[in-house]
């Protein structure tokens, strides 16, 4: 069954807000670093068999491991210095050694928006839900501009089941920033939710614009278009996710379920024998290949006939 949450993409900082700090460099192929202490990203899609003309549905989960896929940019970096503990040691008249305690908080808005906003990811990593949001609202609270944390926000009402106040959370994010893919992508993947089927297409077309690259978007754009009855028009869009990115098995079980739901059952059975090689612990793609194979060997029968 699917999971409840409804995005694609976890909070992360954005890299205009990474170059105000010179804590990390951006990977072009999504490397880690050494980065302490912070949510990494992995997108992963929970499925849904609705029958032989099957959509899925899915959302993503915290990891703590690092994705491979393009639509995600690398995850931020350490802490700011005012949100960082530091500790000097000198020695005294006495020669007794002294800790020198961790500096104050900087009263710089947008620097004390951005470590409450590291707060507020650290708090999404264990699961605190409500800590998560409330560390979210401080930062824009300091600092009204900062896109990620109204990305954040969002994606923590998204996890709450608060959907119109994740939407709108993702809508000033995209006010601020209209070029902001994530955003798009997860609010479309709302959208997908409310069944507004060509608003959520229409995010999905911002995001890839904004982030060609992205098979996560390329897969939900699909998924959109697919929802809307136009099964041929879905299947280049999983193909392209696919080719973009071979081991993102929710876009090729996509591909699959498109297959079979216009009666390909050869391509769909290719498609399902990669997927299970890839991940044989898919249990709706296992289903699926089962149910292909039985549509085949009906097929067969009919042509041969009874003996």
């Given at each position: 069954m699917a999971k409840d949450s409804s995005d694609a993409v976890l909070?992360?900082?954005s890299l205009r807000l990474r170059s105000r700090w010179s804590a990390c460099s951006a990977s072009s192929n999504d490397s880690e670093g050494v980065r302490p202490s912070e949510v990494h990203i992995k997108t992963c899609v929970?499925?849904?068999?609705?029958?032989?003309?099957?959509?899925?549905?899915?959302?993503?989960?915290p990891s703590p491991t690092a994705s491979n896929s393009p639509s995600n940019s690398p995850a931020p970096g350490t802490l700011p210095p005012a949100a960082q503990?530091?500790?000097?040691?000198?020695?005294?008249?006495?020669?007794?050694?002294?800790?020198?305690?961790?500096?104050?908080?900087?009263?710089?808005?947008a620097e004390a928006s951005l470590a409450r906003h590291h707060e507020g990811l650290r708090a999404l990593?264990?699961?605190?839900?409500?800590l998560a949001a409330e560390k979210f609202q401080q930062a824009i609270a300091a600092n009204p501009e900062?896109?990620?944390?109204?990305?954040?926000?969002?994606?923590?009402?998204?996890?709450?089941?608060?959907?119109e106040d994740a939407v709108k959370s993702y809508e000033r994010c995209l006010e601020l920033v209209p070029t902001y893919a994530e955003a798009h992508n997860n609010l479309g993947n709302l959208l997908l939710l409310q069944r507004k089927f060509q608003e959520a297409e229409a995010r999905f077309h911002l995001a890839l614009t904004n982030q060609p690259e992205s098979s996560s978007a390329m897969n939900n754009l699909g998924r959109a278009v697919a929802m809307?009855?136009?099964?041929?028009?879905?299947?280049?869009?999983?193909?392209?996710?696919?080719?973009?990115?071979?081991?993102?098995s929710e876009a090729r079980f996509n591909l699959a379920n498109a297959y079979l739901s216009i009666a390909r059952f050869?391509?769909?059975?290719?498609?399902?024998e990669v997927?299970?090689?890839?991940?044989?612990?898919?249990?709706?793609?296992?289903?699926?290949?089962?149910?292909v194979k039985n549509l085949l060997a009906r097929e067969a029968n009919k042509k041969t006939g009874p003996r």
């Open positions: 909070p992360q900082l929970q499925t849904l068999w609705l029958g032989v003309g099957a959509v899925v549905l899915w959302g993503c989960n503990i530091q500790s000097n040691v000198s020695n005294n008249a006495s020669g007794t050694d002294k800790v020198v305690e961790p500096a104050p908080t900087s009263a710089d808005p990593e264990a699961g605190q839900l409500d900062n896109e990620d944390s109204h990305f954040s926000l969002g994606f923590t009402y998204s996890r709450l089941k608060r959907i809307q009855s136009r099964v041929n028009d879905a299947i280049p869009l999983f193909r392209k996710a696919v080719q973009a990115n071979p081991d993102y050869e391509e769909a059975k290719a498609e399902l997927l299970l090689e890839k991940k044989p612990e898919m249990p709706q793609a296992r289903e699926a290949l089962a149910k």
